[in-house]
């Protein structure tokens, strides 16, 4: 079995000592890049800048013998990892992702129209748990700013011309927005960081497609209630904030409020 690095991406010392824990049970080495001090020898300080900063520094992290990557974020718990693994055995697979799971909030039900997408057609990745091949990821990097760079990464794959799997399998549990009118602000960042995305690399002419349809198509979202609305205005918040000129690539965290 190749051998597994973790790459865990912590804003702040919340979760992190569960989330060592958690790695030191099932085995691999890790390191977690934290945006406060904390004395660990697995756990290096670097200055919150956004994700993609992060991964970029990371880099340097990852021992000469490591074949796969999985990246992680800090406020996860982890299922069946030997799922989404072994999908490595097949050579032509660079990346693999797992899914959310979310057991409160606005979001589960967004995920049942979300994952019947993403088994059929790679429109975005899972930022939760990201599994991929060490070589690929250097070929990736470094990460442009970026608020998707899940997604970013997954598109990159692709258009490099390796083979990506969903495997629904595996899950991350964690706790995403509490409102539905939170999630306009989450579906606003999201969605900003996936047009970002598509500046930055060239995925499949269906995926381009899809996004170009998306927010013609969102109205059709308002059929599910008051959280399709915000989702909705999200989305066409998000494209506007591309349209206009947006290059960041850092997150706030007042949507988990």
């Given amino acids: 079995m190749s051998r597994v690095f973790f790459l865990v991406l912590a804003r702040d010392r919340n979760y992190v000592l569960d989330k060592i824990k958690e790695l030191e049970a099932l085995g691999f080495p890790f390191r ?8 660990h020898p697995n756990v290096i300080y670097q200055a919150p800048n956004g994700k993609f900063a992060a991964i970029n520094f990371g880099l ?11 990246m992680n974020d800090v406020d996860t718990r982890i299922h069946r ?41 790679p429109i975005a990745g899972s930022g939760e748990l990201l599994l991929i091949r060490r070589n690929v990821l250097e070929k990736v990097c470094p990460l442009k700013p970026c608020k998707a760079e899940d997604t970013y990464i997954l598109f990159k794959v692709l258009q490099l011309g390796y083979k990506i799997v969903f495997c629904e399998g595996c899950y991350a549990e964690t706790e995403r927005t509490k409102t539905a009118a939170k999630e306009e602000l989450y579906k606003r960042k999201t969605v900003t960081g996936i047009y970002q995305a598509m500046s930055y690399a060239k995925p499949p002419y269906l995926v381009r497609l899809f996004y170009v349809i998306l ?43």
């Fill in 32 to 39: 977690i890049i934290c945006g406060q001090h904390l004395d």
């Fill in 60 to 70: 340097s992290l990852i021992p000469d013998d490591a074949e796969i990557v999985a």
């Fill in 81 to 121: 990892f030997d799922l989404v693994l072994q999908e490595f055995r097949d050579p032509k697979v660079g990346l693999s992702f797992g899914t959310e799971l979310i057991r409160t909030g606005p979001q589960r039900l967004f995920f049942r129209i979300m994952n019947p997408i993403r088994r059929r057609l």
């Fill in 215 to 257: 927010p013609l198509a969102s109205p059709i979202l308002l059929v599910m209630g008051k959280s399709g609305y915000y989702w909705m205005r999200g989305i066409l918040r998000g494209l506007n904030d591309f349209l206009r000129g947006d290059q960041s690539g850092s997150w706030s965290t007042a949507y988990m409020d």
